[in-house]
């Protein structure tokens, strides 16, 4: 008889998801379809209690009904080692209220499977994890001066600017020689996050889309093209790019090739890289989409292999507790 699992989704709320495109919905229905039982919460109902973590949140089921697609049953505060996967799925902001999570999800039990492991979540953030990675990024600063950005793009004509932990398309710019307008754009990105902002050589590949890459457990299942819009350098599908069909190019056989060792060491199991041309640009680790689209163009279910390498890795886990008592 196939063993079924409690799994708990850290996640925004049902009711700001969009079911047509949403990788956290293709991937809880496909655990439904399983026969998984299904919990929700966000991270602001996450407590501790005596070294306990407990969250507040709604067991739940889904429907293929895309105006009203989610049930929830009553607010239950549930302790989290009771559960056999945590998945973490909320958005950024990359704040300190989603690195208390993590240091929350931490104090859970090694039979727990969090995926992805919270340490690396909150130590590998999207735009400076790829600096372990420097031969194979474009030109890069993340700087918070407003000079030696400006310097920045002197040196390499045209550049792209973006919130360090900004996410969909959000806050990116393109600067060239226009001195004052460039002066303006990095002075109001600056005032609007506070924090440092990334400077990236503007790739001009970009034209071609940028490429999600989904990687799980540090292999290769699907990539998507994004298209910017007419006029337009932002290819996230939330800032209207457009979805196309693609497979490994340019030299994203080898970025995922060295990508894998780092992502498996790391425990960041489902995982999309960004890549413009010849470029890794990004590695999101939070809340990776792109499922949906990838899907659509290529007739597979990412969501089945997903739950396939989740359900192995937790027999594994009941092995090795079975050992432990014997």
Known sequence: MKKLFNIAIQMDPWSTINPKGDSTYSLALEAQKRGHKLFCYSPNNLSLENNKVNAKGNFFTLSSNKTKFFSLKKIKKMNLNLMDVVLV???????MNYITATYLLEKLSDKVLVINNPKHIRDYPEKLSMFDFDKIIPPTLVSGDLQEILQFNKKNKISIIKPLY???GEGIEKIDSNKARNK??????LK????PIIVQKFIKEISLGDRRIILIDGEYVGSVARIPAKNSIKANFH???SAKKTNLVFRDKKICNLLKPFLKKKGLFFVG???IGNYLTEI???SPTGIQEINQLNNIKIEELFWDKIEKKLKKIIKLLLRSYF
């Open 89 to 95: 799925r909320q958005d950024p902001p990359f704040n």
């Open 166 to 168: 900004g996410n969909g």
């Open 184 to 189: 303006k754009l990095v002075n109001n990105l």
């Open 192 to 195: 609007k996050y506070k924090l």
């Open 239 to 241: 800032a209207g790019g």
């Open 273 to 275: 890289i960004d890549t």
């Open 284 to 286: 999101n680790v939070t």
